[in-house]
Every structure is written in C-alpha cells, then in structure tokens.
C-alpha cells in the first residue's frame, strides 16, 4: 500500500512539474508565435498581391516574376550584401577569437580591455553609423585630417564618392561595434576548455601555436560554428548602419538588400509605397538566407563533430 502512495505522489509531483513548465513556457512561446510565424504569414499573403497602403489587388506570382525578370537592382543589392558581409568578417571573426585568447589570460587590465572592446556593441547603430560618416567626411573628416598630416595622402579622400571606399568604412564600423560581442562569446567557448590538457601541452613543451591550432580550435569546434553562423546571417541582414550613414549612396552602390527591401515598404528615398512587391523579395531573400545557413551548416560539419 506504501509503495502505490509513493508511486501516486510521484506521479502527482511529476504531473505537477510539467504543469508549472507548461506556464512558464507559454508566455515566451505566444510571444514567438504573435512576433514571428504572424509577420511571415503576413508577408506570405501580400507577396501575391498589389498593395500600397490602401488599394489591394490580387497579382498571383507576377511580384515574383517582375523580381527575377525586371529588377537587376534587386540582385546587385544581393551581391552587395554578401561582398559587405563576408569582407567585414574575415577581419572581425579571427580579431574577435585573438581578442578572446588573449584577454582570457591573467594579464593586467584584462577586464577593463574587455568593457571597453564590449561597449560599442551597446551604443545605438544609428549613433555609430553618424560617428563613422562624420569621421570619414571627405574634408573635415578626422581620418582625412589624420592621413593628411602623417603625409600619406595629397589630397582628401572622398571616402563616399566610390563604392569601395564606402563599402569599407561600413566595414570598419561594423567589425568596431560587433567585434566585442563575438570576442564575449569566444571567451565563454575557452571558458569549458579542460585546463589539463592545456598543463600537459606545457610539460610536454608544445609549442603556443601548436597548442592553438591543436587543442584550442578543436575544442570550442561547435561553439565556433554557432558564433560564425549568427555573425554571418546578422552580417546578411544589415540594414541600419547603411541608412543612417551612406543610405545606399553613391548612386545605389552600397544599397544592401534589406534597404533595399525597406525603400519599397515604407516608400523611403523617393520610392513608391510597394507592400507587396517587397513582400516577395522578403521572402526570396529569407530563402536565401535559409540556403546560405543550409550550405554553411553542412559545410561545417566536421566543425561540430
């Protein structure tokens, strides 16, 4: 008789855990589902249609059709996108790992070097994207000033005027704000690193860049494959940081594909208000997204491993 009231009372205190986990779940996930899955149906649904704001007709695929067939702008914004994105993190990603290992020894200072590589990650981006345009401005920017007077530039630069040049201080901004972040999450990943294995490579004399190549790596593997995989499609989906500095200037070269996007939604930057034609490329663009993330994701499996 005990033992079905010990059985009871488990049961009922098991019962009672899922309940109360049930509840503590339920607020976050409606708010996934309201914030989320609605949005993506909403866009799914005017993606078929011509919609500015007031009128609405239905217009089957043609949204898709004119998005593959009439609008080059679309896919240099794309290429842009990537040229931008992938650039910028071959020089965020191996700093923000190399801030991370060196920082995460006992040096002096250490954390005050860790607050201050973190806090631009906490300053609004439209904030750092005025903060770069006013120091790359092309006659009383402090970076021409600079150059100027170290006698490495004749005349000032037009750091604006020429795609590349913008396309690099959007760069630099972005690798300034984000390093830090990236830099935090390389240090949680060496944080669950087994310090034995790093005493043994001492005794064993291994050498520093053996023992990172060979112990370090390898261990924050899956770790690392997470960091990079946020950074790549957060890189993908920049949009503030290019509005509130070049807006896609000069003539449209630095147009990314989600202001790109965002012109046509809210009619910015002379446009028409076009809801559902930029709905489509909403979701062409989230389809894109998924691929590069599919791609990556198997690309890296050895990473994982």
Request: aromatic share 14%; with cysteine.
């Amino acid at each position: 008789m005990t033992g079905k009231k010990t059985k009871y009372s488990s049961l009922e205190h098991s019962r009672r855990d899922t309940i109360q986990a049930v509840i503590m779940v339920t607020p976050s996930l409606l708010g996934f589902i309201i914030l989320v899955y609605f949005p993506i149906l909403y866009i799914l649904q005017y993606a078929l249609f011509n919609y500015n704001g007031w009128e609405k007709s239905f217009a089957g695929f043609e949204n898709f059709v004119r998005l593959f067939t009439r609008d080059p702008d679309y896919w240099v914004s794309v290429g842009t996108t990537f040229i931008l994105a992938f650039g910028k993190l071959a020089v965020e990603i191996p700093l923000a790992l190399f801030l991370a290992v060196l920082l995460s020894k006992k040096i002096a200072g250490a954390g005050f070097f860790r607050a201050a590589l973190f806090l631009p990650a906490i300053i609004s981006t439209a904030i750092v994207g005025l903060i770069f345009t006013l120091m790359f401005g092309a006659y009383d920017g402090i970076i021409n000033v600079i150059l100027a007077d170290l006698r490495l530039i004749k005349d000032h630069i037009n750091w604006f005027g020429n795609k590349w040049t913008a396309l690099a201080m959007l760069g630099t901004a972005s690798v300034w704000q984000n390093a830090g972040v990236n830099m935090i999450f390389f240090m949680v990943a060496l944080q669950q690193i087994p310090q034995e294995l790093y005493e043994c490579a001492d005794i064993d004399g291994v050498p520093p860049f053996r023992v990172f190549v060979s112990i370090t790596l390898p261990m924050i593997g899956k770790m690392f494959q997470i960091i990079l995989l946020m950074a790549i499609i957060g890189s993908l989906k920049v949009a503030d940081l290019v509005l509130a500095s070049t807006n896609g200037q000069p003539g449209g070269a630095t147009e990314v594909v989600m202001t790109y996007i965002f012109k046509y939604f809210f009619g910015h930057s002379g446009r028409i208000i076009q809801i559902g034609y930029a709905s489509a490329m909403s979701v062409i663009t989230g389809l894109i997204l998924a691929v590069v993330s599919v791609i990556y994701l198997n690309a890296t499996k050895k990473m994982r491993d």
